[in-house]
């Protein structure tokens, strides 16, 4: 896999190149990352998947 694919390439962490995997890589780095991880992980998946990780306030839920 290229380094692209890696919220964190250089230790080839947080694989982001799909939006399963960047879904994943948030909900892992906010269970196991520190602190500089989360926010590199966020700006990864940001970049490449802008509406992943926004916020959903103010929409009603159910039917």
Request: charged residues 30%.
């Amino acid at each position: 896999m290229s380094p692209s694919s890696f919220a964190l390439p250089r230790q080839k962490k947080y694989r982001v190149d799909d939006a399963a995997h960047a879904r994943n890589a948030l909900a892992r780095v906010q269970q196991h990352g520190t602190s500089g991880e989360k926010a590199a992980v966020k700006k990864a998946v940001a970049r490449k998947f802008p509406s992943i990780g926004k916020s959903r306030r103010g929409k009603k839920g159910g039917k």
